[in-house]
RNA sequence: GGACGGGUGGGUGAGUGGCUAAAACCAGCAGACUGUAAAUCUGCCGCUCCUUGCGGGCUACGGAGGUUCGAAUCCUCCCCCGUCCA
């Protein structure tokens, strides 16, 4: 049995620490993984990711068949060897394209039209296609095809992408069973239903129904505020089977980690860490710093004084700062370190407290800390 | 000594009578970023006052005068810089 996934402690949050065996490894969840759309986590190695202990990375399913192609990628071994990364990898159907991609796409119920924001040419990407395209590239979690829309959105559209998005997931089900192979990889479905409880929770009902290894809650954090965040992460998660992965997609910012864990959430990836990096905005154990702020200037102290990354152990602020306003590589390389170790760190000692059954006291240190 | 060309806000550099406190870019200052079209984007960027408003006042396009209702833009003289000729 290669992928399996057992709970194994829960806190009175509800929150659960766990394990995700898969293929390539094994994932302790809550999981931080780091995204990875072009088969890069921008600015870092392999070998530093590995270095941060990073034990799954997204890849995006949309922006690898554009380029170099996924036919490639197959041909070369598949993705793990193609980028020299052994340990698991998730990749993204190319749902989140049909949100952030705007005019640059059409969806319909066969699926999605897109003109490719590299060389304007078009391609269609249905929910069978983007399953042979996972498949080609062989990660070890695939994500169905899904319409992620933005909020605040009309309950009727809403119920459309729900609907969309669960004929679509199984589609993308069967697809698989004919085409795919479970001993190698798992296809996780997505709830949809907007900003609308009562969506959320028949979409996720109906998703349960198909079976899937994993749920995935999709089509947050894209503007609406974060209660609302939560509440319909809860209302997603109150109809998923205790005993299956659920990811939430796309989240969040390091406060609001504990949140989502607190709800039952076991994955979560997001930009954050990486894209703040390179735009010089670093988090810390006192909170956010822009690094380019003049008070930088000739600040000898480390990042974040609490912090045990490299970047932390070695340099200054004032070097940090330097590096970023000369427009150094580097500066990319050192913050995305340090945002990705402090996320995973974060991973770290949300498990460690749910172990102890004490997540909402080191919940309630983090905010108080970092707001 | 003569002939041209030129001197614009921290820098480069547009502008050749009013829409110009003056384009654009750079630098500077601040902010944003949530399944990555992002090493990106946004705002501010002469001084000052307040009732913070597509508000008032002041200063500003080498210097001093002048023409004009109005000048960075036109005229006169002067000072600098560059190129060429003696």
């Known amino acids: 049995m290669a992928f399996q996934f057992e709970v194994l402690a829960t806190d009175p949050t509800g929150a659960r620490l766990g394990r995700l065996t898969t293929p390539h490894g094994v994932v302790e969840t809550p999981a931080f993984m780091p995204v990875g759309t072009a088969a890069t986590v921008k600015s870092q190695t ?17 922006h690898l068949y554009l380029r170099p192609g996924h036919e490639l990628i197959r041909r070369l071994g598949g993705l793990h060897r193609f980028m020299s990364w052994p340990r698991p990898i998730l990749t993204d159907s190319g749902g989140y394209q049909v949100f952030s991609l705007g005019d640059l796409r059409k969806v319909t119920d066969e ?41 605040p959105s009309e309950e009727s559209r809403a119920r459309d992408a729900a609907a969309r998005t669960l004929a679509w997931a199984r589609r993308s089900k069967e697809f698989f069973s004919g085409h795919g192979d479970s001993s190698c990889q798992a296809v996780f479905g997505i709830v949809q239903g907007g900003t609308h409880a009562a969506l959320r929770q028949e979409s996720a009902s109906a998703l349960v129904e198909l079976d899937f290894p994993g749920y995935a809650v999709g089509g947050l954090a894209v503007g609406e505020p974060h209660d609302v965040t939560c509440r319909m992460t809860q209302a997603a998660v109150s109809c998923l089977p205790a005993e299956k992965p659920r990811y939430l997609m796309g989240v969040g910012k390091p406060e609001q980690i504990p949140d989502y864990v607190a709800l039952g959430i076991d994955m979560m990836d997001c930009v954050l860490p990486t894209r703040s ?69 974060i991973m770290r000692e949300i498990r460690e407290a749910i172990r102890f059954g004490k997540l909402e006291r080191f919940r309630s240190d983090l905010q108080a800390r970092l707001s």
Do not use: W
């Open 277 to 345: 990096a390179r735009h010089g905005c670093l988090f810390t154990s006192q909170g956010r710093i822009l690094i380019r702020n003049t008070q930088y200037a000739s600040d000898p102290r480390p990042l974040d004084e609490r912090c045990r990354c490299a970047v932390c152990r070695r340099y200054s602020r004032a070097y940090l700062r330097h590096l970023y306003v000369s427009g150094e590589s580097l500066a990319a390389i050192l913050n995305t370190h340090h945002n990705l170790f402090f996320y995973l760190d």
């Open 111 to 151: 699926g999605v039209l897109f003109r490719s924001h590299l060389d304007g040419s078009e391609h269609f990407l249905s929910p069978e296609k983007a399953m042979e395209i996972e498949i080609a590239l062989g990660a070890d979690i695939i994500m169905v095809l899904d319409e992620c829309i933005e909020a």
């Open 46 to 62: 392999q070998q530093d990711l590995e270095s941060l202990d990073a034990q799954i990375i997204l890849a995006n399913t949309y």
